[in-house]
């Protein structure tokens, strides 16, 4: 009995944190993204290799995108950000 309201009750907290969760990683992939390219041109305009640039920009941005997530991540939902990481 105790055991069944648990999970109804779990049940119940998932539905009400994961959009929210959900919106939280979107801005995140919004933000990482606008970052991104605002220090990508500036990095393109003073670099001659367009392919050092776009390597070493787009390593950043995913460390820095995954470092944020993990402040973001819910540990009852078992979600992860690697579908929206994918996005980026």
Avoid: W
Avoid at 62 to 67: A, E, H, I, Q, V
């Amino acid at each position: 009995m105790f055991m069944g309201l648990f999970l109804i009750d779990t049940f119940c907290l998932f539905q009400l944190v994961h959009p929210r969760y959900q919106i939280k990683l979107g801005h995140i992939q919004s933000k990482t993204l606008d970052d991104f390219k605002e220090v990508f041109e500036k990095a393109c305009e003073k670099e001659e290799s367009f392919a050092i640039v776009a390597f070493d920009c787009t390593q950043s941005f995913m460390l820095k995108f995954d470092k944020i997530c993990e402040d973001t991540i819910i540990e009852e939902t078992n979600k992860d950000p690697s579908n929206v990481r994918d996005k980026i």
